[in-house]
T-cell receptor, first 111, second 112 residues
Framework: QKEVEQNSGPLSVPEGAIASLNCTYS??????FFWYRQYSGKSPELIMF????GDKEDGRFTAQLNKASQYVSLLIRDSQPSDSATYLC???????????FGAGTRLFVKA | DGGITQSPKYLFRKEGQNVTLSCEQN?????MYWYRQDPGQGLRLIYY???????QKGDIAEGYSVSREKKESFPLTVTSAQKNPTAFYLC???????????FGPGTRLTVT
């Protein structure tokens, strides 16, 4: 069974700090990696995707991928209370189409 | 306004009844998906469809059925055979040659 693992949290950071969210995956052939944000009671929304090893930055968000270690992370700089949500890591395996979601990490940003 | 709509937002049914959840998209996306989310768990794939008139079972298809007669629509029927149907159901779609998924607002189904 292919898996995506995340620390469930909650991860609590003060406003203005960097939040670091981590994810590991079991399928070594995985090619596509996504981060979704889900506010309580709402549906997930896509915030970042990354396909190649290294860093990808978009505003306050940076996704990091290390395929050798089967590890993907999301950094949120200058964290705001509005960033408080559950962050889902999602991985598409080598076969494509089926996306495996992690259970999510709950983030709290304290004002 | 382009997007994905799901209706209804909340649905209550008695055990033993079949129920159909609606999912419509006007994004011209080819692929559509149905997921189930239970508290504290990730999304689990029920069914997906890459093109009209074709769909595949996901990881937890037992007790569910779908159809894809139009590109815009991918309704999910929760049958009485589904043992624990109470959950948050999410529909998503992806553009061609992409795995990015865009979600509808979801339907909360409660079966008593």
């Amino acid at each position: 069974q292919k898996e995506v693992e995340q620390n469930s949290g909650p991860l609590s950071v003060p406003e203005g700090a960097i939040a670091s969210l981590n994810c590991t995956y079991s399928d070594r052939g995985s090619q596509s990696f996504f981060w979704y944000r889900q506010y309580s009671g709402k549906s997930p929304e896509l915030i970042m995707f990354i396909y190649s090893n290294g860093d990808k930055e978009d505003g306050r968000f940076t996704a990091q991928l290390n395929k050798a270690s089967q590890y993907v992370s999301l950094l949120i700089r200058d964290s705001q209370p509005s960033d408080s949500a559950t962050y889902l890591c999602a991985v598409v395996g080598a076969g494509g189409f089926k996306t495996i979601f992690g259970a999510g990490t709950r983030l709290f940003v304290k004002a | 306004d382009g997007g994905i709509t799901q209706s209804p937002k909340y649905l209550f049914r008695k055990e033993g009844q079949n129920v159909t959840l609606s999912c419509e998209q006007n994004l011209n996306h080819d692929a559509m998906y149905w997921y189930r989310q239970d508290p504290g768990q990730g999304l689990r794939l029920i069914y997906y469809s890459q093109i009209v008139n074709d769909f595949q079972k996901g990881d937890i298809a037992e007790g569910y059925s779908v159809s894809r007669e139009k590109k815009e629509s991918f309704p999910l029927t929760v049958t009485s055979a589904q043992k624990n149907p109470t959950a948050f159901y999410l529909c998503a779609s992806s553009p061609q040659r992409s795995y990015e998924q865009y979600f509808g607002p979801g339907t909360r189904l409660t079966v008593t």
